[in-house]
């Protein structure tokens, strides 16, 4: 705050009395503020649209079509940073008040006392910079939060955190799996932040986006000249992570080629830059993760089974969100508290007829999906509760998506069994959703038994 306190703060002085201006010049310029000065509306305007002012000190009575309460309001809509003072004579004591209201912070009686003016001016470059301090530190504790918050009420998840909790300070690679979406970069942050390692830094690198030798160069670096266009020594993620965490995400998207050189690192923990000579050792943890199916691209001999005992020494499963429908509500009140926040909006909830189209939806994009659902609903939401939901795959289930979710190479009759039992929880859930849960119209609806309906009811969990 100090430090702030010291910095070179301006002063605009706007008075039509040359005296006053004269005086305070000399005042402000002997206390270390830069001061300008104007006699007028439109001169005061015009500094106060090329230089940064952080303080305004305005004559209520000006000469001009303008006075001193409407150059008020016309510098607050410039910057609302602006401290704006009033100075003004007894006679304009109410016209002051008023002022006060239209965001000035304290009125100045003549003659002005100096020390008192200097002693109300710091004060409130003080309440200013606290309050700067102060939306810092709590916009700095949210992102600290975020960060590690993994929210789940899924038993099987729940392991997964306890595993994460029991092995977070030990060096050991970790490889988490899951669908696109599910939270696996969520899960890493929750392990390096919630580690011994957390004051070093989480370094991710996307496996998957970068072409052989670029990724190369990000992950340990380069020295000068080492290829056209490395004009400058680079330092890779892995010096960035040192004594910290790499996140290798997407691994299963890395080439054979690059495989070979991290095994390498992994079982020596040093390395060269790309074009250098010299053995550089890092403590680094790894976390990898990857949405594809790793024992598959090992059979193909696109993945390196030894780099996948390496990368595979502790595993995390993180399960698709159609499989933890429990998460579905929490998950979606976190992220509606989080837009809320985000938009300043006062969403209080998701009608009740919506959370059954939630709980039996597919969820191809997972965590994700629901994420940027919620975020459209509230942004849209011009009630108070969200009242409609945009599913991305409203139509029903797109085929791929269910061979995609159950995993290739099925039998085809399990396979198809599948599929049928995906579509009728869909069907059942949305005509028992329509029917306010009557099960005698939906059985009629759908031309079966009550008794049927109430064994299926069962099944899918409805
Ligand atoms: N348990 C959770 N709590 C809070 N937010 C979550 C949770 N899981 C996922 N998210 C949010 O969902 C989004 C997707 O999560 P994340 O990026 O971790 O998925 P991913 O598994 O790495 O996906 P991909 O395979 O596509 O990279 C993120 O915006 C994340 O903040
Ligand atoms: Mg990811």
Request: net charge positive; with cysteine; glycine share 6%.
């Amino acid at each position: 705050m100090k430090t702030l306190l010291k910095d070179r703060k301006s002063i605009l002085v706007v008075d039509d009395e040359k005296g006053i201006r004269y005086g305070l010049v000399k005042l402000f310029g002997r206390e270390g503020f830069d001061v300008f000065t104007s006699e007028n509306y439109k001169d005061a305007v015009e500094i106060v649209s090329k230089k940064k002012i952080d303080i305004a000190l305005l004559d209520i009575r000006l000469k001009g079509p303008q006075d001193g309460i409407e150059l008020l309001k016309e510098i607050k809509k410039r910057d609302p940073g602006v401290i704006v003072f009033m100075v003004t004579g007894h006679g304009s004591i109410p016209n002051s008040v008023a002022a006060m209201q239209e965001g000035a912070a304290d009125y100045i009686l003549k003659p002005i006392d100096n020390n008192k003016l200097l002693t109300i001016i710091r004060k409130n470059l003080e309440i200013k910079t606290l309050r700067a301090e102060n939306s810092f530190l709590k916009k700095a504790l949210i992102k600290k939060v975020y960060s590690y918050d993994f929210i789940t009420d899924n038993p099987a998840v729940k392991d997964v955190i306890k595993v994460a909790d029991k092995i977070k300070n030990i060096a050991a690679t970790v490889l988490i799996t899951g669908e696109s979406g599910v939270g696996k970069e969520v899960l890493a942050r929750y392990i390096h932040f919630t580690s011994n390692r957390r004051e070093a830094n989480f370094v991710g690198i996307n496996c998957a986006a970068l072409s052989d030798s670029l990724l190369l160069s990000e992950l340990f670096g380069h020295e000068r000249g080492a290829f056209t266009g490395a004009v400058e020594q680079k330092i890779g993620k892995f010096e960035l992570a040192d004594y910290g965490t790499l996140f290798l995400d997407e691994v299963g998207d890395m080439s054979v080629d690059v495989q070979s050189k991290l095994l390498r690192v992994l079982e020596e923990r040093s390395f060269e830059r790309v074009g250098g000579t010299k053995k550089i050792f890092v403590d680094v943890r790894i976390i990898a993760a990857t949405n594809r199916n790793i024992t598959d691209l090992i059979k193909k001999g696109r993945f390196r089974q030894d780099l996948y005992y390496r990368l595979n020494v502790i595993s995390c499963y993180l399960p698709p969100l159609r499989e933890r429908t429990e998460d579905i509500p929490l998950l979606s009140d976190h992220f509606l508290k989080q837009y809320n926040r985000r938009y300043n909006k006062n969403v209080q909830g998701i009608e009740s007829y919506l959370l059954d189209r939630l709980r039996s939806y597919h969820w191809p994009g997972n965590v994700r999906e629901l994420q940027n659902m919620i975020n459209q609903a509230v942004l849209l939401c011009e009630g108070d509760m969200i009242t409609s939901l945009s599913f991305q795959d409203s139509g029903g289930t797109d085929l791929f998506d269910v061979v995609e979710a159950s995993g290739q190479g099925k039998p085809l009759k399990e396979f198809l069994e599948e599929v049928v039992s995906h579509y009728e929880k869909q069907l059942i859930a949305r005509v028992l959703s329509s029917n306010d849960h009557n099960r005698s119209k939906t059985a009629r609806d759908l031309d079966i038994t009550r008794k049927t309906l109430a064994r299926k009811i069962d099944k899918y969990n409805l």
